[in-house]
């Protein structure tokens, strides 16, 4: 997913005095979540801003529904229904704008589109979401900066969806929209009913503004009596039509003459326009250009010659663009098959260069931009930053064939793209432009030059001793010789090198289809000898072989197909004999990389050839535990099927050499520990019936102790673990509480928790130094005591609450012989009573904790 290139410097901070973190390190937190650049000129939601004419799209806020929603405290949640082409996202955009402007608390959107992969999953839409919240929550904040060392695709969606749900606790009111649902992947459902749930929640101080067509499925998730629906009526929209076009004819020199047909002209467009008003903008693009030149104007000849429809509309564009120079029906195909297919938005310069590459016959190789920009019109928007994109998903589904038949479409009409072929031929092409010279030097791509591939070798993440690497280097002062090709350069002079290094895999996967043709292509490249392969494996890959100057290692055809999802090019290789058994030079199996990547059909066709299902990789990793990192519940299933045991464990340290002080321990790690401190909830379901009653325990008390509310009640209906489970010497309650995790605790005690039973809690070393001290009797209550803190102050007292209930004894005292009234009092966190109120001190007192009782063994 691109980054953004926005800075600290676009924060408007409420108050900074009361952010937890300064601008500096809160972009550093955004940095990490990767979201779009969505105040971007070329972004969603300018792009549909600069679209509104003036005084156009807030008259909605006039309706009765807005006010419902917008003042009412029953009512959190806006659904806003339109045909397509009726307006909704720059409806949605000047809303964004208007609520901006004249509210004083914080406004998130996102702009779903089916084309852009950055632009259609629910994951995207959290991504931004979160980004825009942060300068509003410390909550957040807090939440987010212990996770800066790991990497945002071992976090699952559903962790991600609970840090906003945390992070929106402690914000007073906030509007979040979210444009063109129905273009959102089809994983939409549970993020949907999330978000519709916060909204019903908290109706008063959360609002969900949400638009769509619309659509039976999204009717189905959203049933919930108290959403707001308005529907964007003709008559409503086409008060907004006259104005836009109003606002077109004055502003459009052409026109200037015509002025005295003004209104017959804009009343022609508007009716034909039938409330779209995609329908009345590209209409009137005809009709400036058919009436530039010096004939006279006759209105019904002029409406006569206008298409009807937008299927009509797109088709007679795309055959007038066809009469520019150079511009074919071939051209055309190519540029919007990258276009509609593309991972993310490709630029004009992307585009050309690719086309310079793939078609060399063009005679005027100077011309690739303009060619491109002219080839399908107005039809294809270039934005600010040269950034493509289709002018509508209308024009999207035209193109697919999702509103014609290809049993209609003559010989006359522009041809239907079908989206497998197209990812075939963008596959192909990405491969064609790597090895085209794109990743070689001007000294390498003489056919006489004789290249060391050597140069290219890059050791293994796992063999990096930082000891010896740090005396070799900073002692001996030697230095590793480093291929001298430079990659930003290259990118410089092959603008399209980036696209096709990172995603021809991703096109591959999408074309996951018998083809020798296909196959061929993708062994020509996958050539051990080749300089384009290797430095290809050392962007992607990570390394190229296990030694200098040796073969071994460089992974096989077999691994590619494993990394790409390719299960018709494996099955192929295995039939001939391929290896499931060779490794590469981070000792990974095939079977390896298909896990990691989420690819269960490959995984299981390398297991039914005999691969090893629990082989470790360089950094003792196993296929099981790079599935469960990124809660790929499916891999994970077939893995547990073919004998994995859920708590197999990591048999080395990430790399080699003794560790550091301070260095993460992670030797004896299983995947149990990594779906519960993930939140992996379908990973831990897919779990339960391959775990032992031991290894339910573990399952259950690690969930508690990360937090992950959703996973214990998961655990706790689905298997017969008891709620007075123990791991490490410590209740699952006592972890909960640890957190404190008020939705974990209501679980447990509600299952029927011992709320006093003590824990002799010995944790598990997890950073090289000395080993945590060991627990002594204590209970829940006595870790809630610990835990607690002014910004959990408002979840401690309701555990306190529920622990009471309960039966939770005030006055018990733990192995070092204090209760919990003792241990708030004696907490160091509390010596500087400016910073801290006592907040677990004085709830404690208020619920009767005896303020007379002494330490055991102690006269204080």
């Given at each position: 997913m691109p980054k953004s290139a926005n800075t600290a410097d676009e924060y408007d901070f409420v108050d900074h005095q009361d952010t937890a973190l300064s601008p500096e390190a809160v972009a550093e937190l955004r940095e990490w979540l990767q979201p779009t650049d969505y105040l971007a000129e070329s972004s969603e939601y300018r792009r549909h801003l600069l679209s509104q004419?003036?005084?156009?799209?807030?008259?909605?806020?006039?309706?009765?529904?807005?006010?419902?929603?917008?003042?009412?405290?029953?009512?959190?949640?806006?659904?806003?229904?339109?045909?397509?082409?009726?307006?909704?996202?720059?409806?949605?955009?000047?809303?964004?704008?208007?609520?901006?402007?004249?509210?004083?608390?914080?406004?998130?959107?996102?702009?779903?589109?089916?084309?852009?992969?950055?632009?259609?999953?629910?994951?995207?839409?959290?991504?931004?979401?979160?980004?825009?919240?942060?300068?509003?929550s410390p909550k957040l904040q807090f939440a987010l900066q212990s996770r800066l060392q790991d990497s945002l695709d071992d976090t699952s969606d559903n962790e991600l969806i609970q840090l906003f749900l945390d992070g929106v606790s402690c914000v007073p009111k906030l509007y979040c929209v979210g444009d063109a649902l129905d273009e959102m992947s089809t994983d939409s459902t549970p993020i949907l009913e999330r978000l519709n749930g916060l909204a019903t929640h908290r109706p008063r101080t959360l609002k969900l503004l949400m638009t769509s067509r619309p659509s039976r499925t999204l009717q189905s998730t959203l049933r919930d009596s108290s959403i707001v629906h308005?529907?964007?009526?003709?008559?409503?929209?086409?008060?907004?039509?006259?104005?836009?076009?109003?606002?077109?004819?004055?502003?459009?020199?052409?026109?200037?003459?015509?002025?005295?047909?003004?209104?017959?002209?804009?009343?022609?467009?508007?009716?034909?326009?039938?409330?779209?008003?995609?329908?009345?903008?590209?209409?009137?693009?005809?009709?400036?250009?058919?009436?530039?030149?010096?004939?006279?104007?006759?209105?019904?000849?002029?409406?006569?010659?206008?298409?009807?429809?937008?299927?009509?509309?797109?088709?007679?564009?795309?055959?007038?663009?066809?009469?520019?120079?150079?511009?074919?029906?071939?051209?055309?195909?190519?540029?919007?098959?990258?276009?509609?297919?593309?991972?993310?938005?490709?630029?004009?310069?992307?585009?050309?260069?690719?086309?310079?590459?793939?078609?060399?016959?063009?005679?005027?190789?100077?011309?690739?931009k303009s060619l491109i920009a002219t080839s399908c019109g107005p039809l294809i928007e270039i934005l600010e930053d040269e950034t493509l994109q289709v002018i509508h998903h209308s024009f999207t589904e035209f193109l697919r064939g999702d509103t014609r038949s290809a049993s209609t479409v003559g010989a006359s009409d522009f041809p239907i793209i079908d989206s497998l072929q197209a990812h075939k031929h963008m596959a192909m092409n990405c491969l064609i432009y790597l090895q085209s010279g794109s990743l070689l030097l001007e000294s390498e791509q003489s056919k006489n030059s004789a290249v060391d591939p050597s140069v290219t070798f890059e050791t293994p993440r796992h063999k990096v001793d930082r000891d010896a690497w740090h005396y070799r280097h900073e002692h001996l002062g030697l230095r590793d010789e480093h291929d001298v090709f430079e990659y930003r350069s290259a990118r410089l002079r092959h603008p399209f090198l980036s696209y096709a290094v990172e995603n021809w895999p991703y096109h591959a996967s999408n074309y996951d289809v018998d083809d020798n043709e296909f196959f061929k292509t993708i062994v020509e490249f996958l050539n051990s000898k080749s300089?384009?392969?290797?430095?290809?494996?050392?962007?992607?890959?990570?390394?190229?072989?296990?030694?200098?100057?040796?073969?071994?290692?460089?992974?096989?055809?077999?691994?590619?197909?494993?990394?790409?999802?390719?299960?018709?090019?494996?099955?192929?290789?295995?039939?001939?004999?391929?290896?499931?058994?060779?490794?590469?030079?981070?000792?990974?199996?095939?079977?390896?990389?298909?896990?990691?990547?989420?690819h269960d059909k490959v995984a299981a066709l390398l297991i039914q050839y005999g691969a090893n299902p629990d082989a470790e990789d360089g950094r003792g990793l196993k296929p099981i535990h790079l599935a469960t990192l990124k809660n790929y519940a499916k891999v994970v299933t077939v893995l547990l099927e073919a004998g994995v045991k859920p708590n197999t464990i990591k048999t080395r340290e990430n790399r080699e050499g003794r560790l550091l002080g301070g260095e993460r321990v992670t030797k004896g790690e299983c995947s149990i520990y990594y779906a519960s401190r993930g939140g992996h909830t379908e990973v831990i379901t897919a779990m339960i019936p391959f775990c032992e009653p031991q290894m339910l325990e573990?399952?259950?008390?690690?969930?508690?102790?990360?937090?992950?509310?959703?996973?214990?009640?998961?655990?706790?209906?689905?298997?017969?673990?008891?709620?007075?489970?123990?791991?490490?010497?410590?209740?699952?309650?006592?972890?909960?509480?640890?957190?404190?995790?008020?939705?974990?605790?209501?679980?447990?005690?509600?299952?029927?928790?011992?709320?006093?039973?003590?824990?002799?809690?010995?944790?598990?070393?997890?950073?090289?130094?000395?080993?945590?001290?060991?627990?002594?009797?204590?209970?829940?209550?006595?870790?809630?005591?610990?835990?607690?803190?002014?910004?959990?102050?408002?979840?401690?007292?309701?555990?306190?609450?529920m622990l009471l209930k309960a039966g939770a004894d005030l006055e018990r005292f733990d192995g070092r012989g204090k209760n919990p009234l003792i241990i708030s009092a004696q907490d160091p966190r509390y010596s500087d009573e400016s910073r801290n109120d006592l907040p677990a001190l004085k709830a404690l007192v208020r619920a009767g904790a005896n303020v007379n009782e002494r330490c055991r063994g102690s006269s204080s």
């Open positions: 004419a003036p005084g156009t799209g807030l008259w909605i806020c006039e309706t009765e529904e807005y006010r419902k929603w917008h003042e009412s405290p029953d009512h959190g949640s806006l659904w806003i229904k339109g045909v397509p082409g009726a307006g909704k996202s720059v409806m949605a955009a000047s809303l964004i704008q208007h609520l901006r402007t004249t509210e004083s608390c914080p406004v998130l959107f996102f702009f779903f589109r089916n084309i852009v992969a950055a632009n259609f999953s629910p994951r995207a839409l959290i991504q931004d979401w979160l980004a825009q919240l942060l300068p509003h308005i529907s964007l009526q003709q008559r409503l929209v086409d008060v907004d039509i006259h104005s836009y076009l109003n606002h077109r004819f004055d502003n459009a020199p052409t026109l200037e003459r015509h002025r005295e047909a003004k209104k017959d002209l804009i009343n022609m467009v508007a009716e034909k326009s039938q409330g779209l008003f995609l329908y009345a903008k590209l209409t009137m693009d005809q009709v400036e250009d058919s009436l530039q030149s010096d004939a006279a104007l006759n209105i019904e000849d002029l409406e006569a010659s206008l298409p009807v429809g937008l299927e009509q509309t797109y088709t007679s564009m795309l055959e007038k663009q066809r009469a520019e120079p150079g511009v074919t029906t071939d051209v055309q195909v190519l540029t919007l098959e990258a276009v509609i297919h593309a991972s993310r938005p490709l630029r004009l310069n992307e585009l050309a260069s690719l086309l310079k590459c793939v078609r060399p016959d063009i005679t005027q190789p100077s011309a690739f300089l384009s392969f290797l430095r290809w494996l050392v962007l992607e890959w990570g390394s190229t072989s296990s030694d200098k100057g040796s073969l071994k290692g460089i992974p096989t055809s077999l691994h590619i197909a494993a990394f790409a999802g390719l299960t018709q090019f494996a099955s192929q290789l295995l039939k001939q004999g391929a290896s499931v058994s060779a490794v590469d030079a981070q000792e990974r199996v095939p079977l390896h990389w298909a896990a990691t990547n989420g573990q399952l259950l008390c690690q969930c508690c102790q990360y937090g992950r509310a959703d996973a214990v009640e998961a655990i706790l209906n689905n298997s017969p673990v008891s709620p007075n489970a123990t791991y490490e010497g410590a209740t699952a309650l006592y972890f909960a509480c640890a957190m404190p995790d008020v939705k974990g605790v209501e679980g447990l005690t509600r299952a029927g928790a011992d709320v006093n039973k003590v824990s002799q809690w010995q944790p598990r070393r997890r950073m090289n130094g000395p080993r945590p001290q060991k627990r002594e009797d204590a209970t829940p209550l006595h870790r809630l005591v610990e835990a607690w803190e002014d910004k959990n102050d408002s979840d401690s007292q309701e555990v306190l609450r």
